[in-house]
């Protein structure tokens, strides 16, 4: 049977691979409902799930609310620029105002790190972190190793390689953790000044030179140039950058065959993979975008039909 | 709950001249083919609308259209059971609006299994007619739903289950009652 035990989906970090393997698998039935012509199914009915964005998205937001909605369950957007934070309210405020409403199930994006296992304490609904600073984006991780699986059929013993700003990225993180319980190897490819060495102290192995890497990939984890969060300059110039780590026709021709590209999206086309490579990459990256949905409806079946301690 | 005390009441043989029955049974109420879809609920439901396509090949030598279904998101109980239940596939891959649907189910019981399907399909189009088809319907009905084809009337008493095990999923065909401890 399937192992299920999680009220919260906080971090892969936590995850166990049964798990993980329970969420794909889930994934692989959801996907069938967005095919449908009634793209509904009851499972959450009656449940409310308060989408709670403290920094700004629209895809994890969107594709959240939709498989909310696929399932049935009422869903209230609540976003930080509308909301009573900028009238001066905390967050754990919030929280507390938010469970006088009774909600199921939180979803959460927040700009600091270590703070969701804090604001689980202010309610009882079950939180998803979509987003949370520089530490994880579970559903994200979750739906890239479901769309690797989907294209190369195992999820063990592949090399995986993770290309760009990883200090500012929650993705990557959640990906180290995930690939290594299936045995698969991560590479963390970036400029130095954007490789904290706390990397491979959660497994993964660092190269500052893509044109090496790529070599063994099977997957590519492209990741966006977070210009947003640019504190301060990591690199001379975007120009030098894309000099260094862009994926390029040329570089991807030192690649092995079969070796595939993912992008968390959303993709800035000539900066971190050329646009010349479009049609060679982008189908299997806006699979993502389908499957995100289809593991986002996972997630919150699991949180949500769990037998509720009365 | 543990069982002990199997008794057989459906042997390979048996199974195998039931479904034969029921086949002619669904084609002499609907004798256009065209009309006919076969829906298998997992599992084992599944496996039996499969041996039935066969046959009914066998017989008239057409081969109807065979969709399996997943009632897991329909269930009525779905927050009640925890830990959340495995969801497997649904594959409906025609039109089922205007045709005759055949839903079909190894175990007849509460009814409650029937009621999610029958919603189910519903998300899925308006067919004109549902008729449902069981290997054993063991009685207990906890909702008005009757099955139009029949394998086998077992009446049960409620501390007892009716298991029916398939090649296909436990290696033999069989029907067995076993009492509750």
Known sequence: MEKWDKKHILEIKEFDREEIETVLSLATSFKEISQRDVKKVPALRGKTILNLFFENSTRTRTSFELAAKRLSADVVNFSASSSSLTKGETIIDTIKTLQAYHPDILIVRINSSASLSTLAKYTQASIINAGDGKNEHPTQALLDMFTVKEAKGTLEGLNVLIVGDVFHSRVARSNIFGFSKFGSKVTVCAPPTLVPYEFEKIGAKISYDLDDAIKKADVIIMLRVQTERQESSFFPSLREYVDKFALTPQRFKNAKKEAIVLHPGPINWDAEISSSLKEEVHPLILKQAENGLAIRMAALYLVGTRKRAL | ?181
């Open chain 2, 1 to 181: 709950m543990t069982f002990s005390e199997e008794k057989i009441v459906l042997s390979s043989q048996d199974i195998k001249r039931i479904l034969y029955r029921l086949s002619h049974q669904v084609l002499e109420k609907t004798p256009n083919l065209e009309k006919i879809v076969l829906l298998g609920i997992q599992t084992r439901g599944a496996h039996l609308a499969c041996r039935i396509q066969k046959i009914i090949k066998e017989i008239e030598g057409s081969q109807l259209p065979l969709g399996v279904l997943d009632i897991t998101l329909y269930r009525d109980d779905l927050t009640a059971i925890g830990p959340s239940p495995l969801v497997k596939e649904t594959k409906i891959n025609f039109d089922i609006n205007g045709k005759v649907v055949v839903l079909i189910d190894d175990v007849l019981f509460t009814g409650r299994t029937i009621r999610a399907a029958l919603d189910e399909i519903m998300d899925f189009g308006r067919p004109e007619r549902v008729e449902l088809l069981v290997l054993v319907d063991r009685g207990h009905r906890e909702l008005p739903i009757r099955a139009d084809f029949v394998g086998k009337n077992i009446p049960t008493a409620e501390n007892e289950s009716v298991e029916v095990r398939l090649q296909e999923s436990d290696a033999k065909d069989e029907a067995v009652i076993a009492r509750a401890e």
